[in-house]
């Protein structure tokens, strides 16, 4: 049974830094790209970042670019997300995903994603 689980979410200032942990079991976790996606009650969820299968390539929303790093480590099949330079507008609850097929295209539509977590909370206060 493939399982995500994150971490890391706080409440913490603006301008502030925070890490993300997704950790993946119940499958090999370097076949499969993984993306970050929030989402604030009554809104839609919005994807944040992409890793594709191989590590190499990474993917960010332009609210993110520059500011957030997608990083995944193979031997602790765990994904992160670095965030600096944190705004209120970044609030959200924060889900990790990834697909059920191997090595696929990288998307950033939740639809094509068969697994989450169940999220961790990112406040940010101005």
């Known amino acids: 049974q493939v399982r995500l689980v994150e971490s890391g979410g706080s409440l913490v200032q603006a301008g502030d830094s925070l890490r993300l942990s997704c950790l993946v079991t119940g499958r090999t976790f370097t076949d499969y790209h993984m993306s970050w996606f929030r989402q604030e009650p009554g809104t839609q969820r919005e994807w944040v970042a992409s890793?594709?299968?191989?590590?190499?390539?990474?993917f960010y929303a332009s609210s993110v670019k520059g500011r957030f790093t997608i990083s995944r480590d193979g031997p602790k099949n765990t994904m992160y997300l670095q965030m600096n330079s944190l705004k209120s507008e970044d609030t959200a609850m924060y889900y990790c995903?990834?697909?059920?097929?191997?090595?696929?295209?990288?998307?950033?539509?939740?639809?094509?994603?068969?697994?989450w977590g169940q999220g961790t909370q990112v406040t940010v206060s101005s």
């Open positions: 995903a990834t697909p059920s097929q191997a090595r696929t295209t990288v998307s950033g539509n939740p639809v094509e994603y068969t697994y």
């Open positions: 890793i594709d299968w191989t590590g190499a390539l990474t």
